[in-house]
């Protein structure tokens, strides 16, 4: 599921280490491919059956994000297109699921539809 694979990113993040070794469903390989084009994983490749992931870092070895994971089984917290607006007019970033897949805030407010929030993200 995405918030294990949320969980253990968030762990190397405050562990402030650069390498994540995992193996990864297919939900979570394009979920991946978000993070890698927002640029906040740096590369992949696949080795043994698991993925080798590395995460992104600014200046000295401190990792160049922050986020907070909202994806909770128990508690999702949905977006309607009226709030994502005004989100993206104070220049925030969000990752939600909707029913097209995983986007980005400002891709959701072009196709002109709302989603569950997965992700909070800050530098």
Do not use: A, G, M, P
């Given at each position: 599921m995405i918030f294990n694979f949320l969980n253990k990113?968030?762990?190397h993040n405050l562990a402030k280490k650069k390498i994540l070794i995992t193996k990864?469903?297919?939900?979570?390989i394009i979920f991946m491919k978000k993070l890698i084009k927002i640029n906040?994983?740096?590369f992949v490749f696949?080795?043994?059956n698991k993925y080798v992931i590395i995460l992104n870092t600014f200046?000295?070895?401190n990792l160049i994000f922050n986020f907070k994971n909202f994806l909770k089984p128990s508690n999702m917290k949905i977006m309607k297109l009226?709030?994502?607006i005004r989100i993206n007019k104070?220049?925030?970033f969000f990752i939600l699921s909707s029913n097209k897949g995983i986007?980005?805030?400002y891709e959701l407010e072009k196709r002109g539809d709302g989603g569950i929030i997965i992700m909070y993200l800050w530098s």
């Open positions: 990113i968030k762990t990864i469903n297919k939900n979570e906040l994983i740096k696949k080795k043994n200046k000295k070895n009226k709030n994502l104070k220049n925030k986007l980005t805030n």
